[in-house]
């Protein structure tokens, strides 16, 4: 055989296998890494050809959903990783992740005052830490296996005009009721190294600008709590969430706000989950985050009964509400083996509910808690706190909110969201339409048969993926890290393992 | 659709390669069925003219009847080019077909920016705003060709319109060149023949560009992105020049590769198109670099618009200036093209008068940092369509940005270092040396020499598409630079 041919022959057939797999092996259909459904084939109509997007869809469906996805795309961050230059010194090892497609930012512009007398983080502990910031607008922090990623924020600090509107808003309408706003920041503000300052604005002048906006509502200062913790694992270093003891000391500075009793953690029986690797290793694509497994530790209380019951709601594939359960009694904490990467769902199991605890605890006082994902972690805190614990997440709420108040016997409704979704307009927008939406507000689209439903119940073995509890920001939002969180439904971790923990004290 | 896309790859080119292998049997049969000479009807053209189109509508579903319009009028001219015998009533028709090509082209590509630039002076137009077909600008220039070969009887008249339509539409050039003139393949449409050779170089050369593409100039891309958009803003002097020597890269590994693709297609179905790069950034001068930089544009011009209007013999200046104008224009209809068109036009005048005279004198290594400064600054006026950005752009370059050396610099330098060499050396005709090196090496070899060389590309190959498939899964920003000109 000439050389040529023989050249031929063999491209030919490596070509052919790959064809071969890529064309009849089965799709993937999601991805582990980047914790999200992969595209599925689109729907025709004549409409989306003429424009092009019934094609364009056809390829970005096909490259989703290739056949060992995952693999492939781990072999994509190792070739990333191959071209940095590793002979760099322990103290120059900073990378930035620059957000994949960064619009500009909000329009607004950054704030000039304000900035004075915020209290800096006590001593951020990694001030000089060594980082990297890798894309999606994500820094790096340090080596593995200690390695800590944060997601930059690029809001002004008179951002969240939305946000301040909604919760004055309520406080107005409901002027009987008390109404806190708790903006939580993202590890960034905390832990991002000096010189990496200029990736990720500060949060803490943005929080306060928008307490400071509050008319008759109060602004929790869970951040200057949380600034004086940050020796302690107060956020997780691989996901993209705050850790279960920063939401301690959130809830600790919300009791205080609403002049409620608090116990501390020796109130509590510690639980560890080990080598947990969140979600920040599928969005950084950074193998360097995958090689820094953490211990992912809660607390369930042990000396407060408390009594969790779920309406779960059924969502279509756009994650609009079409069915709403009836009330089950359900487990607040799920147990999750050692490293399962969805242990964040530890609380409530799926951001997919309607939350209802009834403590032990007797004071006539009945929390409110509307929340991102950010907010699941608190509500466990408070069982010592208040009568009731009502959880509503942001995003799922079918009931008109005056009336589910008025009906619950609320005393005090808590906004639990972190800054991306503060400075939402989109977010603080859903919020304000509880306030009018009819009861039982289920989508329109609940009579497509067509739409698969996701359900999230308690007790199921297998987890479906469940939408973004990550910090959902709209285009509308701080745009440095334009991570995949801007796709709303993009869902955080999907467990198979779910063993639900019986320690609820009925 | 993009040739770095996995659909193109995976599903697109399987069928058609299926499809264009039983045409040629066809073909075959068709040849040894015909008692007189070859037959006219050629099944490899009608697949390949079916799966361009398919490939075209795939990104513009309705402006592929635009397309077909174009090569209609196209072929009406040439037939009336060829068919009339008096010289004015020959050029009467090619006025007419130029006419019409650049009616089209001023229409879907200029409109909304003549109108702009009317409401900018007070005259209201109420243009419609139309969207950029895709690679208009390159079908139109080889329409242009066609006819103007034809008039000038350096190609015969196409008279089926099948095989004028295969000419402008071939996938493989269709969208971003390089801009293949009518007489170049004139022939080969006809009658072609694929060699074991050509379809090895052919493939060999689509791998290198692929790699080239996704793996050398997306990952630039995001560098160049982090600071030449998201950074613009605060932008260090640093940070200016990272993003610029990133972007001065990857457009050039973007539209090599793009054009090593395409030229590895066409070798692989028996066309041999005109290079179009020839390491553009060893230049010694800006006039070298623009002999080596889209070479299928440059010559373009030069055969159909600089020389026609007088070449070197009179106005010259006015020439260059025209020329110059029209190469920034074709770009894109933005002030900063025409600025940048005019920019080299501006140079290369200066640089006849001067350097040219004397450059024997100057030692190679001046020439060549003087060239790619002035070839990155206009890189530079290249990027931002946006006035607003190049100011702050400039300004940071020149010295008004901060001199700090941060954590987004260092990054861009230090976690990206081996792309930067990789990058750098690739510029250089390094990727010759080394198949020289290794046909020295192994070639002697008895026996296995040959086929030794034949297995480094099949290792070369193979690696470049396996990686370039890691890099395309997840990957979002993917279009080629070139086809939005």
């Known amino acids: 055989m000439s050389p040529h041919k023989y050249y031929i022959v063999l491209v030919t057939l490596a070509f052919s296998c790959i064809a071969v797999v890529f064309l009849t092996f089965p799709r993937s259909k999601y991805s582990e890494l980047e914790k999200r459904d992969l595209a599925k084939f689109p729907e025709y109509s004549p409409e989306k050809l003429r424009d092009n997007s019934f094609t364009k869809e056809i390829s970005s469906w096909f490259s989703d959903s290739e056949p060992y996805r995952d693999e492939l795309m781990t072999l994509s961050m190792k070739v990333n990783d191959a071209k940095k230059f590793s002979m760099r010194s322990e103290e120059d090892a900073v990378s930035f992740l620059a957000a994949d497609d960064g619009d500009a930012n909000d329009a607004q512009s950054p704030a000039s005052s304000a900035d004075e007398d915020i209290p800096q983080a006590a001593g951020n502990p990694l001030a000089n830490e060594n980082a990297k910031i890798a894309h999606s607008g994500i820094i790096i922090v340090g080596k593995e296996p200690n390695v800590r990623s944060l997601m930059a924020f690029g809001g002004s600090a008179n951002g969240g005009g939305e946000f301040v509107n909604t919760v004055n808003k309520y406080k107005q309408e409901m002027p009987e009721v008390n109404v806190y706003a708790m903006v939580i920041p993202l590890a960034s503000e905390y832990y991002t190294p000096d010189k990496a300052k200029k990736a990720s604005k500060p949060q803490a002048p943005f929080i306060e600008s928008v307490y400071a906006r509050l008319k008759g509502a109060k602004g929790v200062p869970a951040h200057r709590e949380l600034a004086a913790h940050t020796g302690e694992g107060i956020y997780l270093r691989t996901d993209h969430h705050w850790a279960p ?262 | 659709m993009v040739f770095s896309d996995l659909f193109f790859l995976f599903a697109f080119i399987p069928a058609f390669a299926i499809c264009y292998l039983l045409a040629n049997l066809i073909d075959k049969r068709l040849l040894r069925m015909s008692a007189e000479g070859k037959p006219r009807f050629k099944a490899r053209n009608l697949t390949l003219v079916i799966f361009s189109l398919l490939f075209y509508a795939w990104g513009e579903a309705v402006y592929v009847f635009l397309m077909l319009i174009c090569v209609l009028i196209n072929y009406a001219a040439g037939l009336g080019i060829a068919r009339f015998e008096s010289r004015k009533r020959r050029k009467a028709a090619l006025i007419v077909g130029l006419a019409l090509d650049l009616a089209l082209l001023g229409t879907f590509k200029y409109l909304g ?62 969208i971003a060149g390089p801009i293949v003139r009518y007489g170049t393949v004139a022939h080969e449409i006809h009658d072609r023949h694929v060699t074991a050779a050509d379809f090895a170089d052919g493939t060999y050369r689509f791998f290198i560009g692929l790699g080239k593409k996704v793996i050398i100039a997306n990952m630039l891309s995001e560098i160049a992105e982090q600071f030449l958009v998201k950074g613009i803003d605060d932008l260090s002097i640093w940070g200016a020049i990272i993003g610029i020597c990133a ?6 590994f973007d539209f090599s590769g793009y054009s090593d693709m395409a030229i590895g297609m066409g070798r692989c179905m028996g066309f041999h198109f005109c290079e179009n790069f020839n390491h ?105 369509d946006d006035f607003g950005q190049m100011k702050k752009f400039f300004s940071s370059l020149s010295g008004r940005g901060s001199l700090e050396f941060g954590l987004l610099e260092e990054s861009a330098l230090w976690d990206n270092f081996w792309l930067w060499i990789a990058a750098v050396l690739l510029c250089m005709p390094l990727r010759r040396w080394l198949e020289t090196a290794t046909d020295k090496v192994l070639s002697p070899i008895p026996a296995i020499g040959p086929h030794a060389v034949a297995t480094v590309r099949v290792g070369v190959s193979v690696c470049l598409l396996i990686l370039s498939v890691a890099l395309l899964v997840g990957a979002t920003n993917n279009a080629f630079i070139y086809t939005r000109f």
């Not at chain 1, 609940?446 to 959902?472: F, G, I, L, N, V």
């Not at chain 2, 972007?247 to 050039?252: A, C, G, K, S």
Request: glycine share 6%; aromatic share 16%; net charge positive.
């Open chain 1, 245 to 506: 003891l920063g939401a301690f000391y959130a809830a600790k500075s919300l009791a205080r706000t609403a002049g409620v009793p608090f116990k501390g953690l020796e109130a509590y029986d510690e639980k560890t989950i080990h080598n947990f690797v969140g979600s920040m290793y599928g969005y950084s694509k950074d193998i360097s985050v995958k090689k820094s497994p953490e211990n992912f530790i809660y607390h369930i209380p042990n000396g407060v009964a408390y009594n969790t019951t779920y309406r779960t709601y059924t969502v279509n594939s756009n994650y609009k509400v079409t069915k709403e359960s009836a009330p089950a009694p359900g487990p607040f904490f799920y147990k999750f083996k050692d490293g399962s990467g969805g242990a964040y769902s530890t609380f409530m199991g799926s951001d997919m509910k309607l939350t209802k605890v009834k403590t032990g605890t007797n004071n006539n006082r009945r929390l409110l808690i509307i929340k991102d994902s950010y907010g699941n972690a608190v509500p466990g805190y408070l069982f010592y706190s208040f009568g009731e614990v009502h959880v509503v997440d942001f995003r799922y709420f079918t009931h008109n909110m005056k009336k589910y108040v008025r009906d619950n016997g609320i005393t005090d409704i808590a906004f639990v969201v972190n800054c991306f979704n503060a400075y939402s307009s989109s977010a603080a927008k859903k919020m304000a339409h509880f306030l009018t939406q009819g009861d039982n507000s289920v989508s329109p689209s609940a009579s497509e048969p067509q739409q698969k439903t996701k359900e999230t119940k308690p007790a199921q073995k297998e987890t479906k993926h469940e939408p973004d509890s990550r910090p959902a920001h709209d285009d509308k939002t701080p745009a440095l890290p334009a991570t995949p969180e801007n796709q709303e439904q993009a869902p955080a971790d999907p467990t198979p393992e779910i063993i639900p923990e019986t320690s609820d004290k009925q």
């Open chain 2, 113 to 174: 920016f003549f109108s702009q630039a009317f409401a900018q002076i007070g005259i209201e137009t109420n243009a419609p705003q139309l969207a950029l077909p895709i690679g208009i600008s390159f079908y139109i220039f080889q329409s242009i060709s066609y006819l103007v070969d034809v008039y000038r009887r350096e190609s015969p008249v196409q008279r089926r319109f099948i095989d004028l339509l295969l000419y402008i539409s071939m996938f493989p050039q269709l």
């Open chain 2, 247 to 252: 972007f001065t890269l990857q457009i050039y």
């Open chain 2, 280 to 384: 553009p950034y060893c230049c010694k001068s800006v006039t070298d670099f623009w002999r080596r930089w889209h070479m299928s544009l440059g010559s373009f011009f030069r055969d159909y618009a600089y020389i026609p209007m007088g070449g070197n013999r009179r106005h010259q200046a006015l020439n260059l200036l025209t020329v110059w104008f029209l190469t920034g224009m074709w770009h894109g209809a933005s002030w900063n093209f025409i600025i940048w068109g005019l920019y080299f036009g501006l140079v290369l005048a200066i640089e006849k008068f001067t350097i040219m005279k004397v450059i024997d004198r100057i030692p190679a290594i001046l020439l060549r940092i003087y060239s790619l400064l002035i070839v990155i600054i206009g890189w530079g006026i290249f990027y931002f």
